[in-house]
């Protein structure tokens, strides 16, 4: 099995036609025919289970696609660096983050770094919470970004900021024009909110925030991103809440409120390892830092051990 192989299933595997995907690979469909049933033979395993009218995978063949994709960017990355290395940069830092980072300094500090390390490269990797304190015990990543804290053994983690939460409305909602409101008077609408498994912090926070209001949210729709919600509250399909911090991204296009009762806001966490955590993440983390503090949003250190 090599990495020729392995791009040739993936291109069937997401086309699910062998034509297409041949196109997409700029090879003959009799050749990649070839290619697909000499994998299978290599591996003693049907991948594809195929007829004259559809391509499936197979339970193994969906197995070996989550596989291949991991090995093909792996791969590329390793190509990527070695190209650099040749061309005198010094290393890659690969960095964890939940999409809100995008909205909270992240990417003028990727710039600000790289700048001031010009042979470092950043290499940004979207994980949610639960998932990126496995992915550094794992070596995965230099460091994280999440949205709590963790306890995982050599796993070391620094608060950065609180974000208080309020209430994204959408246009022409009767609410508008009030300065503070009691989640109590949203029991009757419809909310927007994460799929548990995409963010259990964030949603089990605002569920929370609302029973303590006095009521249980009634869920209309759920969206995996921050921007996938803000556009459908815009669209007046619900109500949703997010952080502050990220309602600044669309002033003038987005309507929030401050909410009346005091609840646990969001929170976002450094992580990195506890020991000798390599010198490139200490570097970005104080870059990181910095950046927030020029910006009012820094917050005492917390670090949280084991």
């Known amino acids: 099995m090599d990495l020729k192989q392995l791009r040739y299933f993936v291109a069937v595997a997401e086309e699910l036609h062998f034509g297409r995907a041949a196109a997409r690979l700029f090879i003959s469909q009799p050749a990649l025919s070839f290619d697909i049933k000499k994998l299978e033979e290599q591996l003693g395993i049907q991948l594809l289970q195929r007829n004259n009218k559809s391509v499936k995978l197979t339970p193994a063949g969906r197995v070996l696609l989550d596989e291949a994709r991991s090995l093909l960017l792996q791969a590329e990355q ?20 939940v999409s809100s980072m995008l909205y909270q300094g992240l990417p003028a500090a990727v710039a600000r770094y790289e700048a001031l390390y010009p042979g470092m490269e950043v290499v940004l990797r979207e994980i949610n919470s639960a998932e990126q304190a496995q992915a550094l015990q794992r070596g995965q990543i230099d460091i994280g970004f999440v949205h709590r804290g963790t306890t995982l053994a050599g796993v ?3 608060l950065l900021l609180t974000d208080p939460f309020v209430c994204c409305l959408p246009p022409g909602h009767p609410l508008l024009a009030e300065t503070t409101i009691d989640l109590a008077q949203l029991r009757d609408e419809p909310f927007i909110l994460f799929p548990r498994s995409a963010s259990p912090h964030y949603h089990d926070l605002i569920i929370a925030r609302c029973v303590a209001a006095g009521f249980s949210p009634q869920i209309r729709h759920e969206a995996r991103l921050w921007q996938t919600i803000i556009t459908m509250v815009m669209h007046g399909m619900g109500v949703a809440l997010l952080p502050q911090s990220l309602s600044g991204a669309w002033r003038g296009e987005l309507h929030c409120v401050a909410i009346a009762q005091v609840g646990p806001p969001s929170e976002l966490h450094a992580i990195i390892a506890e020991d000798n955590p390599p010198e490139a993440a200490r570097h970005f983390l104080a870059v990181l830092r910095d950046d927030l503090a020029l910006a009012g949003h820094g917050h005492a250190d917390l670090l949280i051990k084991p």
């Open 78 to 97: 390793a190509r990527r660096l070695t190209l650099r290395s040749a061309q005198g940069a010094l290393g890659r830092l690969r960095v964890g983050f």
């Open 156 to 158: 070391a983690s620094l």
